[in-house]
């Protein structure tokens, strides 16, 4: 196990009816004038936008609202929203929403802090020193990012994706009742599970030794999500299954199972590509590149791509062939991901052929010599060959 | 998946070298005096305590020490540790050891800030309002103190071992070395591990369905604990041993594996009377007190025991028989812990038969109608049956 740090200081509330207490967290957070921020309307006309103003104006906290996140979150709104917040003097912001709108309230919020541009610190110009306190009322499985340190915003004029880690991206407290994820569409709910898994897997496939501890905690938490996702999307309102991919979604992003290893992120970088170019789910785009990334590299680390369809898929190990059992295992997670509705190939996600040498070329380079992907270092040559294989 | 409230705000630097860091964490924490506080010589010894002065020193911190903490730690040293901080004017507790430094640094840290006796918090008269910030150095893995809300402190005139929980028992700050783990006798290490086992296994049995998520990562952590400790108990130097370990019982404790379930805790109960009473080890105790728990209870949820048999000790399920399976996982079980080097039965600890009724009379009840355990509510006369079983 490699050395680490690893603090996560959220406070989480979870379960029915967990966004009642907004009001009482945001007062103990020492919140007095919030931002709510959403995306669409349905957030309103489910009532759970009113029942939070309720919950504020009870525990005698003021409030501003701005709707309108969209997937792949846009600098553009959130420069309103620091514009707005300036102006109506906001303490706190709460994010009502998936991981876009979370990721939209942690720009906003430290753009208030900030006296540049806020996409400085999305370009590496800067690195954010103060942010507003903000917290998350959770409606989606999947993007982790209520307690992740992340946080991905697309510039919308240049078609730009780009992601920040710091620990100033964590949240105060993410409320999370399961029951707000029963009204998604089940194409939602399995790009939701499919970014949990992803997030999973790229701490999973690592090439370190002796992890044994967080394997086993993360091939049990694959194992529960996966099934969790076979029943939700199928039934979307059984609270048990939505409470397994809700808390998964969770510990998939937060590093509780990434500790001390080197964790790779080369299949998101290039997935951002696909999402900012067509405007695609991020789950759905992951659904397409991973399964292409792990055909590409499992021949480099057999035994570990084995290791994931066995105990993960419940392949029988092929003690002669184990080449035979990875490949096995890409072929269950590929089924599954065909199960819940999801795209494998470039066409069912409507990306065109002769785009993939200009996103190869465009993916964000993660190393110093140029190379993108912390366990297999990919060129953009590689980054191409992985994109062909999901063009098929 | 039951409602709760998860915040472990724990900073956590785990790794080789992690104590030269003590200074300059206390400093973030606004620590400027310091008690280090300690069990035995061996900490001096072996310039454990020398590093983290200077860490202190370079970092321009005050301190005074204070050692002499004792397995089950006491209440008397910790009186001693409250007038001394006062004294001192010391403003944060560093405690540098396991379980029972960590626990003695707690009740010191509440009672500095309390006007009456600590034990108040302990025997139920007063709950802490405040608390000194303290932090830990690690010295063994077992206990899960270092982040867990749990503090356990023996009255040394009465033989009474209490446990408190609060989130007041957050540590600031753990900071863990594995390698400060090599020096331990092979029987600590034992003892270590069957108390992280304990903490997952309380957690475990519950009698909840639809908890798949925390099952499978608590299936999985058992199962890297026990590859552990086989390998830590022959080579206490196996630093990727020590590191699962260390990092397992850390999880093992801070809920972790614990949230949305029922949980149980009567095991530990028992245990509290056999150690405050004969002053064994608390893990010693718990491999004699759990495998009876689980023969006298196992035949109230089958499936959750041949669960346990088939997925963390590998045992085949008997689809005939699921009793013959469930009982296959509790021999499983007992023979990993007699291979660690564990008592299984009373008289292997040096407890007499005839303390069971007086033992079973004093274990604390947990529940309204005076039973003890969330998941199997026990009577005396339940506890005095599983002390039955246990003295064979």
Known sequence: MKNFTFCVPTKFVFGRGAELQAGALIRE??????????????????GLIGRIEKSLSEARIGYVKLGGVQPNPRDTLIYQGIELARREGVDFVLAVGGGSTIDSSKAISHGVCYDGDFWDFFCGKAVPQRTLPFGAVL??????????????????????????RTEMNRTRFAIMNPELAMTLPPYQIACGATDILAHIMERYFTCDREVDLIDRLSEGAMQAVIRAARIAVKQPDNYDAQSQLMWGSTIAHND????????????????????????????AGLAVVFPAWMRYHYSKNVMRFAQFAVRVYGCAMNFENPEET?????????????????????????????????????TKTTNPDGTTGGVFPMTAADIEAILRIADR
């Open 139 to 164: 409606t989606m499985a999947a993007a982790g990012s209520e307690s992740s340190n992340s946080c991905v915003i697309t510039q919308e004029s240049t078609h730009t994706k780009r992601g920040l």
């Open 256 to 283: 509780t199972l990434g500790v001390g290893r080197t964790q790779d992120w080369g299949s998101h970088q290039i997935e951002h590509e696909l999402s900012a170019r067509y405007d695609v789910a991020h789950g």
């Open 326 to 362: 990875a490949l096995r295992g890409i072929e269950a997670h590929e089924s599954f991901l065909r199960d819940i509705g999801m795209p494998l190939t470039l066409n069912e996600l409507g990306a065109r052929s002769e785009d993939i040498p200009a996103m190869a070329a465009k």
């Open 29 to 46: 957070f020492c919140g007095t004038k919030v931002l709510i921020h959403y995306g669409g309307g349905s957030a309103v006309r489910s």
